[in-house]
């Protein structure tokens, strides 16, 4: 069956630095989401992505966050400067049938 | 907003036995969907079951079923014939539905309940 993928599963960085998190949504899922789970608490949305753009972000979408989809089948979150705060789970998800589907998750340590 | 309430930090059960999460939900939209989240230790997060407001039936997925009460604002999770592997975090989440966009928008989760199967 198919499945959302994520790499890497974990990324250390230092502090200011730019992560960059990837995503392969399921093939044919149309709508992209990323959302976040610090350690201990609940899942947060970031932003969802429809045809090549933006359809809604949070407030902690702030400037330092951008998100893209490169080809066909990445979808991609870029951190540009890294903050203590940003440590967390990261998830991608993709939409079926009305159904969110998740990845196993990118585990961001910044130092 | 939208705001969904897990009244149940942790649980535990014996194996076998029957256990029921708890969920409640605030909203002013009549039309939106409703799901089940599971998080084992991995923390990947895994759909357990889907839930329509606009169906009376509930949702039923194997082990898995939920009692919607949809006048109450409530949604729990029951589990029978609990397992080992049903130990984990289970997460409540709302979707409001949007007319005409497939239903596709964003997830708003609770806070969680710890699960934990005991043999």
């Known amino acids: 069956e198919p499945e959302v993928t994520q790499t890497p599963s974990h990324q250390v960085t230092q502090m200011g630095q730019e992560v960059i998190l990837r995503c392969v949504p399921i093939?044919?899922?149309?709508?992209f989401y990323w959302y976040r789970q610090i350690l201990g608490q609940k899942v947060e949305f970031l932003v969802s992505?429809?045809?090549?753009?933006?359809?809604?972000k949070s407030e902690i979408f702030d400037d330092q966050f951008s998100v893209e989809r490169p080809d066909g089948s990445n979808f991609t979150l870029k951190i540009r400067s890294t903050k203590l705060e940003d440590s967390a789970m990261y998830f991608c998800?993709?939409?079926?049938?009305?159904?969110?589907?998740f990845g196993p998750g990118t585990r961001l340590t910044v130092l | 907003a939208q705001t969904v309430t897990q009244s149940q930090p942790e649980m535990s059960v014996q194996e076998a036995e029957t256990v029921t999460l708890s969920c409640t939900y605030d909203?002013?939209?009549?039309?939106?969907?409703l799901f089940w989240y599971k998080q084992p230790p991995s923390r990947q997060m895994i759909l357990v079951i889907r839930?329509?407001?606009?169906?009376?039936q509930n949702a039923t997925e194997n082990r898995f079923s939920v009692n919607f009460q949809k006048a109450a604002k409530s949604f729990s999770l029951k589990i029978s014939d609990s397992q080992l592997g049903d130990t984990a975090m289970y997460f409540c989440?709302?979707?409001?539905?949007?007319?005409?966009?497939?239903?596709?928008?964003?997830?708003?989760f609770g806070a969680g309940t710890r699960l934990a199967v005991h043999p």
């Open positions: 998800a993709s939409t079926r049938d009305y159904s969110q589907y």
């Open positions: 093939s044919n899922h149309l709508y």
């Open positions: 992505f429809y045809n090549n753009e933006i359809s809604e």
């Open positions: 909203t002013s939209e009549n039309n939106y969907y």
């Open positions: 839930q329509e407001a606009y169906k009376q």
């Open positions: 989440a709302f979707m409001k539905a949007i007319p005409f966009s497939g239903g596709y928008n964003k997830l708003i």
